[in-house]
């Protein structure tokens, strides 16, 4: 069984993670795998976005490299094509190990992780809800929000569309009120017999 977490920036992804992690239950964070990507494809990187890339101890500079890539669509896809088949793979083989497992992952469709899931828990909230969460848990400003924003436009244009169960969650009040739809959507596995309660 593979569940992904899809959605916006702050949209509960990271919460729904840690609950259903705290539940006993396998979670790769692909975000978490975007960094090491950019470890295991350091050299590929350098040779393609040039050496400003590079902190002075030679690891990649996250923040140069994001000042190029979410500027201009034609950089992202260019990083995309060399991160995104490597972080495919290792979701492949974290699957692979388990008998359930969460996906969770912002760009599902544009990874093409949904192909791989049985069903998807979306997650819906108001845009300015989540730039307060990103201002008070990131520190982030409301302008740099606003271009992340801008490269993940295509977040839920098709997973409607991709033959799989598709649940939506809004995130628009509490956190207890997001426990509550989680807790919800737990007890369906355990009646499904997906895991035991």
Known sequence: ???????????????????????????????KLGHEALVANHDLLVETFGKGIEKADGTIDRKALGAIVFSDASQLARLDGISHPWMRSQVVD?????????????????????????????????LEQRIERAM???GTTREAFLRREASQQDIGQEIFSSGRRIITIMNDSTKAHLSRQLDFYYDTLVGRGYVHG
Do not use: Q, W
């Open 136 to 138: 008070e848990r990131d």
């Open 94 to 126: 974290f699957i692979g190990r388990h008998e359930v497992s969460i996906i969770n992952c912002a760009l599902l469709e544009r990874m093409r992780l949904v192909e791989l899931c049985d069903e998807v828990l979306f997650f819906l909230s108001p």
């Open 1 to 31: 069984m593979v569940i992904g977490l899809t959605g916006k920036s702050c949209s509960g992804k990271d919460v729904a993670a840690s609950y259903f992690a705290a539940k006993g239950l396998a979670v790769v964070d692909v975000d």
